[in-house]
């Protein structure tokens, strides 16, 4: 089966542009993850996904970041404007529910530098 | 909200030796425990899981988890590594809240293992 699509794989941008990530999930998963992962630490929620309603929210930047997943399927997340603190990769997954729990598969990842 | 603590952020090992790595969580309700591990240029993938049952988990290449409910700890062990086992290792708790699983990683474990 094919894995989580992501793309950019890469974006550098100025701080104060905006950027905005895609991602596709697996197909039949209905929850979608966004993750930041800064060097050297371990991955953040930022939002989760349950078709097209929101789970948590509870660590996005609300003032500067915004995600989408208006059909159920893709999403995308935005960032706007970016700060230099932004620079990260940014990851997605999709989960389904089995056997009573959620197993998790993780897109490559897109890596942002702000400069 | 709950919250994961690895304790080795970074462990170097030569190969054959054994290898404990430690996990931590708060949170008092329902959890599912995952480690993960990301090779180097690679995707975050499944290593091993506990959701229910026998406390002592299996996992890929000769892995194994021991969940202590009392101790809320999830520690990751194999009994002699390899080099290929070099990788970054990430412990993660989905929590119970409502109808979901909200899931939160620790920061993460270097190993290096030298030939």
């Known amino acids: 089966e094919a894995g989580v699509a992501q793309s950019p794989r890469y974006k550098i941008i100025e701080k104060r542009q905006s950027v905005a990530f895609w991602c596709n999930p697996i197909s039949g998963h209905a929850t979608l993850y966004w993750y930041q ?15 097209n309603g929101v789970v948590d929210d509870s660590q996005l930047p609300k003032d500067r970041f915004s995600a989408e997943r208006l059909k159920g399927v893709d999403s995308t997340l935005k960032i706007q404007p970016a700060k230099l603190e932004d620079s ?6 999709s989960s389904f529910k089995r056997l009573g729990f959620y197993e998790q598969y993780f897109g490559p990842g897109t890596r942002l530098t702000v400069t | 909200a709950q919250s994961v603590s690895q304790h080795n952020h970074h462990v170097i090992l030569s190969e054959a030796a054994s290898l404990e790595l ?14 993960y591990v990301q090779y180097p240029g690679q995707h975050l993938q499944l290593l091993l899981k506990y959701f229910s049952g026998d406390p002592l988990v299996k996992g890929i290449k000769g892995f194994e988890a021991e969940f202590i409910k009392s101790k809320f700890s999830f ?26 699983y909200i899931p ?5 474990t270097s190993l290096i293992v030298h030939p």
Do not use: H, M
């Open chain 1, 88 to 93: 990260a990769v940014y990851l997605c997954a």
């Open chain 2, 22 to 35: 430690g996990c931590n969580y708060s949170y008092g309700g329902t959890v599912n425990l995952f480690w």
């Open chain 2, 75 to 100: 520690n990751l062990r194999k009994p002699s590594v390899q080099w290929s086992d070099t990788a970054e290792y990430f412990c993660a708790v989905n929590a119970q809240a409502g109808g979901s």
């Open chain 1, 37 to 51: 992962q800064i060097l050297g630490q371990g991955p953040k929620l930022l939002i989760q996904f349950q078709n």
């Open chain 2, 104 to 108: 939160t990683f620790g920061r993460g």
